[in-house]
C-alpha cells in the first residue's frame, strides 16, 4: 500500500479487499447457479467464498488466457526438471527422510537423516509446509528460522476417491464439478461446524480425457473424485459412519445429475483429512496451507 500510493488506492479499492467473494458476484449474476459457479474460484486456494475477499476474482480474469495439460501427466514437469538437473551435477537421494536441519552460529549447516547419515551443506531449503518447520519437526534449532503462523483458520482438506471404473449417461470433460444445492450450509458445515457437508459439492477429474473428446467412449475412465472437508487430520479421524454418509451424499449427488460410476472397491482408494496429514505433517491434512480469509487474506 505505500508503494502504491495516495494515487493507486482507487486502484487497489478496485480489488475490492472489504467485500467477500459471494456478495461482490452478486453484483455481477442474479442467477445463484452462476454465482456458485465464479465462487469455486475461492477453493483454489483452500477458502471459503463466503469469507475470502472479492479480490480473488482476479483468478477469473487470469484464466481467460487458457489453462493448459502437460503431455503425459503433470508428473512430466518434475521429471523434467529432474533430468536437466542431474545434467548439472546434482544428486537426489530419495526416501531419505530428514530427522533435524543442523544449525551453527544461528545458520542451518546441513542435515541429519534419520538413519544417522549427515549431510553438510552451505544453505538448507525446505520445501515443506512451514508449520512443519516452526512445530520443530526438523529440529529445535531451525524452528525461528520462519514465523509461526498466525491464528489465521487452516484452508480446505479433502476427501478424494481414486478409482478406474466405467462410466454412462454423462460427457465427462477433464473437470466436472457437480454443486450442491446449499453453497452456503456446505462452507459452514466445514468451517463452522467442523464437520464433513451434508451436502457437498463434487468435483470430477477425468484424468484421461481432455476437452476435446468427451463424447468420446474409454471403456473405463481415470478417475478423481473430491469433496472439501475440514482440516483435521492432526485432530480426530472421521468416524467409517460419517465417511460413509458423505460417500453416499456424493455418488447419489453424481447420480442425480446423470452421471452413472460403475465403481468397486477393488479399483477405489480413499483418501482422507487424517491420511493428508500422514503425507505432510503438521498440515492437519489443509492442502492449501492457510486459508485466505478476511480483508489481509
Not at 525461528?144 to 479433502?158: E, G, H, R, V
Not at 454443486?179 to 464433513?196: G, N, P, V
Not at 491420511?275 to 486459508?291: I, K, M, R, S, V
Request: proline share 4%; with cysteine.
Amino acid at each position: 500500500m505505500r508503494g502504491a500510493g495516495l494515487r493507486g488506492l482507487p486502484n487497489l479499492l478496485q480489488i475490492r479487499p472489504f467485500t467477500n467473494l459471494w456478495n461482490a458476484l452478486g453484483d455481477y449474476f442474479h442467477d445463484v447457479r452462476l454465482r456458485q459457479l465464479f465462487a469455486r474460484y475461492a477453493t483454489y486456494c483452500g477458502s471459503s467464498p463466503f469469507l475470502a475477499p472479492a479480490t480473488l476474482m482476479l483468478i477469473a480474469h487470469v484464466e481467460q488466457d487458457g489453462v493448459w495439460c502437460v503431455d503425459g501427466g503433470m508428473h512430466q514437469l518434475a521429471a523434467a526438471l529432474a533430468k536437466l538437473a542431474a545434467e548439472r551435477g546434482v544428486k537426489f537421494c530419495y526416501d531419505a527422510n530428514v530427522a533435524e536441519v543442523l544449525v551453527k552460529n544461528g545458520r542451518a549447516c546441513g542435515l541429519r537423516l534419520t538413519t544417522g547419515q549427515q549431510i553438510n551443506a552451505d544453505a538448507v531449503v525446505v520445501n515443506a509446509d512451514v508449520r512443519a518447520l516452526t512445530a520443530g519437526l526438523f529440529g529445535r534449532d531451525a524452528a525461528n528460522a520462519a514465523l509461526k503462523s498466525q491464528s489465521s483458520a487452516a484452508s480446505l482438506s479433502a476427501l478424494t476417491w481414486n478409482l478406474v471404473a466405467p462410466t454412462r449417461g454423462f460427457p465427462l470433460l477433464r473437470h466436472n464439478v457437480f454443486f450442491s444445492e446449499d453453497y452456503a450450509a456446505e462452507f459452514d458445515d466445514i468451517f463452522a461446524r467442523q464437520k464433513l457437508p451434508a451436502n457437498p459439492t463434487v468435483y470430477v477429474c477425468a484424468q484421461g480425457r481432455t476437452d476435446r473428446d468427451s463424447g468420446i467412449a474409454l471403456g473405463a475412465d481415470r478417475l478423481l473424485c473430491l469433496v472439501n472437508a475440514p482440516a483435521l487430520g492432526g485432530i480426530r479421524k472421521f468416524r467409517e459412519d460419517e465417511i460413509a454418509a458423505c460417500e453416499h451424499q456424493t455418488f447419489d449427488l453424481l447420480q442425480r445429475c446423470g452421471l452413472d460410476i460403475s465403481r468397486s472397491t477393488e479399483t477405489s482408494v480413499l483418501t482422507t483429512p487424517h491420511d493428508f496429514e500422514q503425507l505432510f505433517p503438521a498440515t492437519n491434512g489443509a492442502l492449501y496451507g492457510a486459508a485466505n480469509h478476511g480483508w489481509q487474506g
